[in-house]
């Protein structure tokens, strides 16, 4: 039979444009699979924000006096320690919340997205945080998006609303207590995610 062709290394190059190959392409396809992953998961729980958040609205009177889901999804995404994602999350959920509350369009969007930038860089630069901690960031992230929703209205508007400060208080505290189940659920799927892993690696040995 005839030799086989001489192999030569731009035979191996896939990606003309990247000039990767092996094993390189597939770390990359590898983390664009993760990425499109995490685009659509916050897709669908931003959806499913808006669902429980017009449900509320419609079974409960003042349920977004006194609860709201956009900014505990906001700070929830935050804790990842990404400043940019906390930004792109809380401009999201923010606007989402703009096209339910009825008044100054971006009020919100602006307040939020602040909000995640900030959360995500005070959780990079916090210790390793307990619940009660967690609790502490979320009542924070509530007190500071209402100030900055309080002023820009203030600013912007010419006969403002302002929310009264019963009004604020539950608010923060709502916001509080559901950042702190949020967080204790995280922990213990993380828990259970990790004894599935080491129960397959176990399998696996034997």
Request: net charge positive; with cysteine.
């Amino acid at each position: 039979p005839p030799p086989p062709p001489v192999f030569q290394a731009e035979d191996g190059i896939r990606d003309k444009r990247g000039g990767l190959v092996g094993s390189e392409m597939c770390i990359r396809d590898s983390y664009r699979r993760l990425r499109l992953k995490r685009v659509l998961r916050f897709v669908a729980a931003l959806l499913a924000v808006i669902a429980l958040h017009a449900l509320g609205v419609r079974l409960f009177d003042g349920f977004a006096v006194y609860v709201d889901l956009f900014l505990v999804f906001t700070v929830a995404w935050a804790f990842g320690g990404n400043p940019l994602t906390g930004l792109t999350v809380g401009l999201a959920a923010g606007l989402a919340a703009d096209a339910f509350s009825g008044g100054l369009y971006g009020l919100h969007g602006f307040a939020n997205t602040l909000v995640g930038y900030m959360t995500a860089v005070a959780v990079l630069n916090l210790a390793k945080l307990n619940t009660s901690g967690a609790a502490i960031v979320f009542a924070l992230a509530a007190v500071a998006q209402q100030l900055m929703v309080v002023l820009l209205a203030l600013l912007m508007l010419p006969n403002p609303e302002p929310p009264t400060p019963v009004a604020v208080l539950w608010k923060v505290a709502i916001t509080a207590a559901m950042g702190a189940g949020i967080f204790l659920s995280e922990r213990h799927l993380a828990r259970l995610s990790g004894k599935m892993r080491r129960a397959r690696e176990s399998r696996l040995r034997f």
